[in-house]
Structure formats: C-alpha cells, structure tokens
T-cell receptor, first 112, second 115 residues
Framework: QKEVEQNSGPLSVPEGAIASLNCTYS??????FFWYRQYSGKSPELIMS????GDKEDGRFTAQLNKASQYVSLLIRDSQPSDSATYLC????????????FGSGTRLQVQP | EAGVTQFPSHSVIEKGQTVTLRCDPI?????LYWYRRVMGKEIKFLLH????????ESGMPNNRFLAERTGGTYSTLKVQPAELEDSGVYFC?????????????FGEGSWLTVV
C-alpha cells in the first residue's frame, strides 16, 4: 500500500465546473497536509495547506481534511483552463521531521 | 526575489560517470531539501539540511549519492557512479524555518538521464 494514494486521472471537467481531487494516506499519525500544483516541466507550487479536521477555503480552492477517515481533498470552484495541471497531495508524517511524502499526483484537465 | 535555482536543468551522462547537481536556495532560507522523482513514481524525499548540517538523510538511496552544503548556502548533490535507475528529475526546495506553517519552495528540477 502506498503511503499517499491519489487517482492518477486524468480528471476532466468543463470550464466553470467544480473539480474534486482526492487523496488518502496510510499513516494515522500524519500531522500536516498539503496540495501542490505542478505544471508540466515546472516546479511544484504550494496552493493549500491544512492541519486540522474540516474545511479551509482560499479563493476558489477549498481543502478538506478528515483524519478519522484518513483522507484529504481539494475542491476547485469555477475551474479555468489555466487550472489544468497535476495536483500533488503531500503529507508530513512526523513533526520531528519535515520530509514531505507525496502521492503520485492527479492530472486535471479543464475543458474550455 | 529569486526563487530556488537549480543547475543544470538537463543532463545526459553515461552509466558509470559522475554528475553533480547544484541548488541555490532562496536567500535567507536555512532549510534546504533534496527530492527526486524517477520515471513513473512519486516525488520522494532524499535529505534535509539545516544550514550546513544534515538534519535528515533517511531518504538517500545508497552511498553513491553525496550531498553537501558547505557554508550553509548552496548545496550540491553528487551521484558517483551513476546507474540507469538514477534517471529522473531531482528537485531542490527551501524554507525559512521548520515550523509547520512554513512554505517549502521548490526549484524547477534538474532532469538527469543516465544512458
């Protein structure tokens, strides 16, 4: 079992729709959770971080965390073609270390 | 402000040769990380420097990999001798401090192909 699991996609949504990206993790002691966006050939860029159960909203992005079910999700409202990228879920498993454990990423395609 | 810069952006070497990758973190960032993504796999942690000290090198795959950060500024990652399975993209990242809320900034990666 992978430590962080994501559906590789591609997830295809029409422009203006809500894109829902999901991630599950295996280590129940994981402390902090991140969503990175990566355009092809570019660096991963942090778009959301979440540390406690519930929802966290930032503009068109909402991160949701459910530690009991060990999943974290990212919702993108009013999806734009420029949102087309690979979205990486990352987890910090141990606050004594800062190493990020990444999922393999979900490729999102927003159709104009 | 300049971001995390990496050099070279692309490198093709023969099996058995040596390659040295360089990373310049964001100015003032004490924390420097190396990650890599080999073909078809997820990005994996290699090691973490705090200034010039190796804080965590648990992800280094074997002793063919040597990372240094002399003076606590830029870092190098040397692969010697390179093997075919070392092909992939090597990311460097930096952050200002180790707090949970501290953003880790990634460079665009050094793409390594071993033939």
């Amino acid at each position: 079992q992978k430590e962080v699991e994501q559906n590789s996609g591609p997830l295809s949504v029409p422009e203006g729709a809500i894109a829902s990206l999901n991630c599950t993790y295996s280590d129940r002691g994981s402390q902090s959770f991140f969503w990175y966006r990566q355009y092809s050939g570019k660096s991963p860029e942090l778009i959301m971080s979440i540390y406690s159960n519930g929802d966290k909203e930032d503009g068109r992005f909402t991160a949701q965390l459910n530690k009991a079910s060990q999943y974290v999700s990212l919702l993108i409202r009013d999806s734009q073609p420029s949102d087309s990228a690979t979205y990486l879920c990352a987890v910090v498993r141990d606050t004594g270390r800062r190493a990020l454990t990444f999922g393999s990423g979900t490729r999102l395609q927003v159709q104009p | 402000e300049a971001g995390v810069t990496q050099f070279p952006s692309h490198s093709v070497i023969e099996k058995g040769q040596t390659v040295t990758l360089r990373c310049d973190p964001i100015s003032g960032h004490d924390n420097l990380y190396w990650y890599r993504r080999v073909m078809g796999k997820e990005i994996k942690f290699l090691l973490h420097f705090v200034k010039e000290s190796k804080q965590d090198e648990s992800g280094m795959p074997n002793n063919r990999f040597l990372a240094e950060r002399t003076g606590g500024t830029y870092s190098t990652l040397k692969v010697q001798p390179a093997e075919l399975e070392d092909s992939g993209v090597y990311f460097c990242a930096s952050s200002q401090d180790r707090g949970l809320g501290n953003t880790i900034y990634f460079g665009e990666g050094s793409w390594l192909t071993v033939v």
